[in-house]
């Protein structure tokens, strides 16, 4: 018998056969005798459409207003849920982020949980109920709605498993757990049993969709047992735990991230405080800069380059050719077509060779290395985005992970 907090993502909720097949899975689990939390997004695609919807009346919509109107749609489906259950038997009943007690601070469309007072729904637990709370929302100390931001509902899950001190969070979404890469770029990838915290994260960073990277920390942060795993085969999916020693594997997976470009300021002059300045300046109007490439001068001249996701980078370029002047640069330049490839396993700590191996295995395929970047337990490349899919799958099978098991 276990308590457990289950969260379903919008796919998984899209319709009301969906709604029935959870309401089936959760009555399942409580005949087992598990004590079950649900937690749910807003249904397939709605949370989309009502941004689409703000967008369509107003061109920059009040944070206060979009909280309230994005809030909507986890609204819908934990009533529709709760419903379900009801249906079923299953005694249940639906909270707003603000009843489940998720006090954040009041920064509108990605507000911070501050804190998760879950009386109520301890109470509801212990009345024998199946508390069903809308994820990523919450309430602001001036008692406004808020939003927790895209893939909030996550890191609602997560910080509830915390709250209730539950024994795992589940988090079910439309795939099966965590791959070694992408199943439809490469076949022969495979789902892995379990994975560390570290490397979750550094594969979040690294492009992978799911789970939501805020969430993975926090889980992380407070000790949280995840498994992301599928609310269509209802398999058993991937463990994120504590890193294993013994288990811990050279490389785990391969992912290739093609939301950002490149941008390069031309000859600037090798000298102290341009970087500092270019860096600030971007920082300053919010830019997210990833990988930073600063190459060896010439003749007191270098080159610097740098990716920025894709949605920045209109204004990256701008900050960069109004202070190019000033930095004394020769010009500036952007790539679009670029993807990042990443290789990732925390037993590359210990193991010298990883990024020799990925070196030699893009260079005997021909693909050309633009940038190059490493932690302790990553090394990344970028490439051209025509030949991101290629690459993936050569690092797949140089590492061999279509056979090795973990
Ligand atoms: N429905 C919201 C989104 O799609 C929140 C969530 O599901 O995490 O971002
Ligand atoms: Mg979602």
Redesign the pocket.
């Known amino acids: 018998m276990a308590l457990l907090v289950q969260k379903f993502?919008?796919s998984s909720v899209a319709d009301p056969d969906r709604i029935r097949e959870v309401a089936n899975h959760v009555a399942r689990c409580r005949n087992r005798g598990d004590q079950v939390v649900l937690v749910a997004?807003?249904m397939g695609k709605?949370?989309d459409e009502l941004l689409r919807l703000a967008g369509d009346v107003s061109g920059d919509p009040l944070g206060r207003e979009m909280d309230m109107l994005?809030t909507a749609?986890?609204r819908k489906a934990i009533a529709l849920l709760s419903m379900a259950l009801h249906e079923l038997g299953v005694d249940s009943e639906s909270f707003t982020g603000s009843q489940a007690g998720f006090v954040t601070n009041a920064n509108h469309t990605n507000a911070r949980i501050v804190d998760v007072r879950a009386d109520r729904i301890l109470a509801s637990l212990n009345a024998g109920r199946v508390p069903v709370v809308a994820?990523?929302q919450g309430v602001s100390q001036e008692a406004n709605v808020t939003f927790?931001?895209?893939?909030?509902?996550?890191t609602t899950a997560v910080a509830l498993a915390k709250a209730l001190d539950a024994d795992a969070c589940e988090l079910y979404t439309d795939v099966s757990g965590v791959f070694t890469t992408d199943p439809r770029v490469v076949p022969e990838a495979r789902r892995m049993h379990s994975i560390s915290f570290d490397e979750m994260l550094e594969m979040a960073a690294a492009g992978c969709p799911k789970p939501?990277m805020r969430s993975v920390e926090y889980a992380h942060r407070h000790n949280v047992r995840l498994h992301v795993r599928s609310a269509f085969t209802w398999e058993p999916g991937t463990w994120v735990t504590e890193e294993d020693p013994v288990e811990a594997a050279l490389i785990r997976s391969v992912v290739a991230d093609d939301t950002e470009a490149k941008l390069t300021v031309q000859g600037v002059p090798d000298k102290p405080g341009i970087a500092a300045s270019l860096f600030r300046h971007l920082a300053d109007a919010d830019v997210n800069v990833d990988l930073i490439v600063q190459n060896v001068s010439t003749d007191g001249v270098t080159d610097i380059s740098f990716t920025v996701p894709h949605d920045q980078v209109s204004q990256a370029l701008g900050i960069c050719e109004s202070h190019s002047d000033e930095f004394g640069a020769g010009g500036v330049r952007s790539d679009n077509r670029i993807s990042k490839v990443s290789v990732i396993g925390a037993g590359m700590k210990s193991n010298p060779g990883v990024a020799a191996l990925m070196f030699q295995t893009l260079a005997d395929n021909g693909i050309n290395i633009e940038m190059i970047s490493t932690s302790a337990i990553r090394v990344s490349c970028v490439v051209d985005q025509d030949r991101a899919d290629e690459a993936v799958a050569v690092l797949h099978a140089a590492y061999e992970l279509e056979s090795t098991d973990f």
């Open positions: 993502g919008g997004s807003a709605e949370t994005i749609g986890e994820g990523a927790l931001g895209r893939g909030g509902s996550d939501a």
